[in-house]
C-alpha cells in the first residue's frame, strides 16, 4: 500500500535552534516528493519539491534530503524563527500518475 | 493577482441541505482540484480538473459532483450534505501536476449538523 508517514507527530524547541522532520514512504515508483508548510487556518505553501533523482533541496532556512534507495526524505530547519510554527506535510507522487500522496504532517512549535 | 480564493470561508448546514464552494483563480493554471482536511489525516484529493469542461474523480468522490464550465472556476457541490461531511476543504491549482507547484486555497470551514 502507497503510503506517507511522518514523524515526529509533534516538536517544540526553543527561538534560534535547529530541527529536523522526517518522512518515510513506500510509494514505488514515485516521481517527486515535496515539502508543504501548512499555517494554522491557511492553506499549504510549498517549500521544496525534488525528483527522484535529487539528494537535496534548499529554500533559504529550509533544506530537504532524500534517499530513494531507503525511502526516507527529511526536512532540516535552521536558526528557527517564531513564524515557523506550523504544519509540514511530506506528499509523494506516484510515478507517471496524477496522484499526490499525503502524509499526516508534522505540527511544529517555536517558543522565544 | 490574488492566487486562488475560495467562497465563502465559513459555513454551517444541516443534514440534508445543499451548498455550492467556489474556486476561483487568477494564474492561468490548467489544473484544479478540491481536497478535504480531516484531523489525523491527510490531505484527501475528492475531484480535480485537467482543463475547461473536464473533471475526474480523487480518492474520495462520493457525495460530492464538480464542475469547470470556466478555466479560472472549479465548483464543489454538496446535494444533501451528512455529518460526514464536516470538514475543511481546500482548492489548488497548477500548471500542470507532476512537477509543478500547486498552489492552495485560504480553504472554506464546514460544520454539518
Known amino acids: 500500500k502507497n503510503q506517507v508517514e511522518q514523524s515526529p507527530q509533534s516538536l517544540i524547541i526553543l527561538e534560534g535552534k535547529n530541527c529536523t522532520l522526517q518522512?518515510?514512504?513506500?510509494?514505488?515508483?514515485?516521481?517527486?516528493l515535496r515539502w508543504y508548510k501548512q499555517d494554522t487556518g491557511r492553506g499549504p505553501v510549498s517549500l521544496t519539491i525534488?525528483?527522484?533523482?535529487?539528494n537535496t533541496k534548499s529554500n533559504g532556512r529550509y533544506t530537504a534530503t532524500l534517499d530513494a534507495d531507503t525511502k526516507q526524505s527529511s526536512l532540516h530547519i535552521t536558526a528557527s524563527q517564531l513564524s515557523d510554527s506550523a504544519s509540514y506535510i511530506c506528499?509523494?507522487?506516484?510515478?507517471?500518475?496524477?496522484?499526490?500522496?499525503f502524509g499526516t504532517g508534522t505540527r511544529l512549535q517555536v517558543f522565544p | 493577482n490574488a492566487g486562488v480564493t475560495q467562497t465563502p470561508k465559513f459555513r454551517v448546514l444541516k443534514t440534508g441541505q445543499s451548498m455550492t464552494l467556489l474556486c476561483a483563480q487568477d494564474?492561468?493554471?490548467?489544473?484544479m482540484y478540491w481536497y478535504r482536511q480531516d484531523p489525523g489525516m491527510g490531505l484527501r484529493l475528492i475531484h480535480y480538473s485537467v482543463g475547461e469542461g473536464t473533471t475526474a474523480k480523487g480518492e474520495v468522490p462520493d457525495g460530492y459532483n464538480v464542475s469547470r464550465l470556466k478555466k479560472q472556476n472549479f465548483l464543489l457541490g454538496l446535494e444533501s450534505a451528512a455529518p460526514s461531511q464536516t470538514s475543511v476543504y481546500f482548492c489548488a491549482s497548477s500548471t500542470g501536476v507532476r512537477t509543478d507547484t500547486q498552489y492552495f486555497g485560504p480553504g472554506t470551514r464546514l460544520t454539518v449538523l
Open positions: 525534488m525528483t527522484f533523482s535529487e
Open positions: 518522512c518515510n514512504y513506500t510509494v514505488s515508483p514515485f516521481s517527486n
Open positions: 506528499v509523494v507522487t506516484l510515478y507517471n500518475t496524477d496522484k499526490l500522496i
Open positions: 494564474m492561468n493554471h490548467e489544473y
